[in-house]
T-cell receptor, first 113, second 113 residues
Framework: AQSVTQLGSHVSVSEGALVLLRCNYSSSVPPYLFWYVQYPNQGLQLLLKYTTGATLVKGINGFEAEFKKSETSFHLTKPSAHMSDAAEYFCAVDCNQGGKLIFGQGTELSVKP | SAVISQKPSRDICQRGTSLTIQCQVDSQVTMMFWYRQQPGQSLTLIATANQGSEATYESGFVIDKFPISRPNLTFSTLTVSNMSPEDSSIYLC??????????FGPGTRLLVL
């Protein structure tokens, strides 16, 4: 069965530090991969996606992620954290490329001044 | 990107009653989905709303509890029937565009007393 695992339910970084949020998936076919961000009391906003082509994808707000098929990973990074990055981040996969997303458990990012 | 609105944005309901949530998209889309996000948890797909036919439900969700309508390519409703406190969640609709990107509405926050 397809699944998504986000390592670390809470991640805390200092402002200006590197942000690394981990996501691993299991799928029998190459999936489509997504990262979403959810600010308190708001819906989900798409950060970036991978469908085909270049494995390093850039998204909004300075975030990027790299699809590594051999490691079944799609980790999210940002070189320098900003206070406004504090939110819940969800990794999701579309395993059959049909639109049904399977979500990870989410990672809450805190940014310390 | 698609712009999605949901009504109501939040509601407090008594157990045993039903609530219908509306989802409106600003463009015609083929694929429309309903998700549930229970308190402090990730998102789970309830069903795919099919235009002109019955919705396709995921394991653990049934039509009697969550009837869905999809009268056209820009609108869908989800009803939460015979509610209990366990139905307290955020309900989100989403749409998938031609670029395999899924966008989410702002969500409906439901509290059942």
């Amino acid at each position: 069965a397809q699944s998504v695992t986000q390592l670390g339910s809470h991640v805390s970084v200092s402002e200006g530090a590197l942000v690394l949020l981990r996501c691993n998936y299991s799928s029998s076919v190459p999936p489509y991969l997504f990262w979403y961000v959810q600010y308190p009391n708001q819906g989900l906003q798409l950060l970036l996606k991978y469908t085909t082509g270049a494995t390093l994808v850039k998204g909004i707000n300075g975030f990027e992620a790299e699809f590594k098929k051999s490691e079944t990973s799609f980790h999210l990074t940002k070189p320098s954290a900003h206070m406004s990055d504090a939110a819940e981040y969800f990794c999701a996969v579309d395993c059959n490329q049909g639109g049904k997303l399977i979500f990870g458990q989410g990672t809450e990012l805190s940014v310390k001044p | 990107s698609a712009v999605i609105s949901q009504k109501p944005s939040r509601d407090i309901c008594q157990r045993g009653t039903s609530l219908t949530i509306q989802c409106q998209v600003d463009s015609q889309v083929t694929m429309m989905f309903w998700y549930r996000q229970q308190p402090g948890q990730s998102l789970t797909l309830i069903a795919t709303a099919n235009q002109g036919s019955e919705a396709t439900y995921e394991s653990g969700f049934v039509i009697d509890k969550f009837p869905i309508s999809r009268p056209n390519l820009t609108f869908s409703t989800l009803t939460v029937s015979n509610m209990s406190p366990e139905d307290s969640s955020i309900y989100l609709c989403s749409v998938r565009d031609s670029q395999e990107t899924q966008y989410f509405g702002p969500g409906t926050r439901l509290l059942v007393l």
